[in-house]
């Protein structure tokens, strides 16, 4: 149920797979919760500014039910995705979101 969503600017990400590998890893560890619910999306042909210039940046979406830390996970993140990528992090946003259990679906169900 955990789910990390990148999207980065034109031409920052030179090993997506690695980069999406690191990341479930990373998430895994971090909530706690079994790799086999991680989902890792990239988008790594956006367009993006921040503060006022197309320099690479990064932004990020945390969703989970639960097992939620985001000054821990924040850290941990910005440092994973500039070490894998060389966005600054002072360059990344991260919105963090805390979904109900009944709001969250799969496999044919909800989780609550």
Aim: glycine fraction near 6%; aromatic fraction near 8%.
């Amino acid at each position: 149920m955990p789910l990390i969503s990148i999207k980065a600017t034109k031409q920052s990400i030179k090993h997506p797979e690695k980069l999406l590998k690191a990341v479930s890893t990373e998430l895994t560890k971090l909530t706690g919760k079994p790799e086999s619910y991680v989902m890792t999306m990239l988008d790594e042909q956006v367009s993006m500014t921040f503060a006022g210039n197309s320099d690479p940046c990064c932004y990020l979406e945390v969703k989970s039910i639960g097992s939620l830390k985001p000054m821990e996970m924040a850290n941990s993140l910005c440092k994973l995705i500039e070490s894998e990528t060389g966005i600054k992090t002072n360059r990344i946003y991260i919105n963090f979101d805390d979904i109900e259990a009944s709001k969250w679906g799969f496999n044919c169900r909800t989780f609550g």
